[in-house]
């Protein structure tokens, strides 16, 4: 079975310019959750969704990030404009709604933004 | 502020040998705990958890102990093998079975040397 897919596994960018990380979740998975680690901050939870309806975005650092999740088997987080202090590795993971705390993780990508 | 909190970046053991991983919390409504392994380049895997109604949780090798009026918990990997090299992470949940909002350390790198 396919895991958590997420691309671009690598992204470079300047400031200013917008990104659009994508994942697909675990067929029949239907809790989605986006996450960002760095040095600094470890691995930091932005937004999680249930049945593809958004629960908790307090994680999202500021309005220039946004999530949507058009389906169960899509999901997309967006920068605009991206900043150097974005820069970071971007988890999405997904699981049975049931088994919440038993979360499955893509590879991630890695964001840089010079 | 971090709430869950690894303070060992590193460590190192010899193959056989036990290892031991330590994480302490601060928010006492926490009430799920796990341990996660990551590779490089890969995301996170689910490794072993514990609720607060438990000491102890045992899976193979793997074995989680939480003292709640320590407010610590530890992971034992008893033998330790050279493929258990990677970094561990602890999480902490305060969603009492319905709010899957991972609060995670930022991780401790473990060494195995054969």
């Known amino acids: 079975d396919a895991g958590v897919i997420q691309s671009p596994r690598h992204e470079v960018t300047e400031m200013g310019q917008e990104v659009t990380l994508r994942c697909k979740p675990i067929?029949?998975?239907?809790?989605l959750f986006w996450y960002r680690q760095t040095m600094m901050r470890g691995l930091e939870l932005l937004i999680y969704?249930?049945?593809?309806?958004?629960?908790?975005d307090s994680g999202m650092p500021e309005d220039r990030f946004s999530a949507k999740m058009p389906n169960a088997s899509f999901s997309t987080l967006k920068i605009q404009p991206s900043e150097p202090r974005d820069s970071a590795v971007y988890f999405c993971?997904?699981?049975?709604?049931?088994?919440?705390?038993?979360?499955?993780f893509g590879p991630g990508t890695r964001l840089t933004v010079t | 502020d971090q709430q869950v909190k690894q303070n060992s970046p590193s460590l190192s053991v010899q193959e056989g040998r036990i290892s031991i991983l330590n994480c302490d919390y601060t928010n006492s409504m926490f009430d799920y705990f796990l341990w996660y392994k990551k590779y490089p380049a890969e995301g996170p895997t689910f490794l072993i958890s514990i609720s607060s109604i438990k000491d102890k949780n045992e899976d193979g090798r793997f074995t989680v102990f939480l003292n709640k009026s320590a407010k610590h918990l530890s992971l034992h990997i008893v033998p330790s093998q050279p493929g258990d090299s990677a970094v561990y992470f602890c999480?902490?949940?305060?969603?009492?079975?319905?709010?899957?909002?991972?609060?995670f350390g930022k991780g401790t790198l473990l060494t195995v040397n054969p």
């Open positions: 993971a997904s699981t049975f709604r049931d088994r919440g705390y038993e979360q499955y």
């Open positions: 067929s029949g998975h239907n809790s």
């Open positions: 999480a902490a949940s305060r969603g009492g079975g319905s709010n899957y909002k991972l609060t």
């Open positions: 969704f249930n049945n593809n309806v958004p629960i908790d």
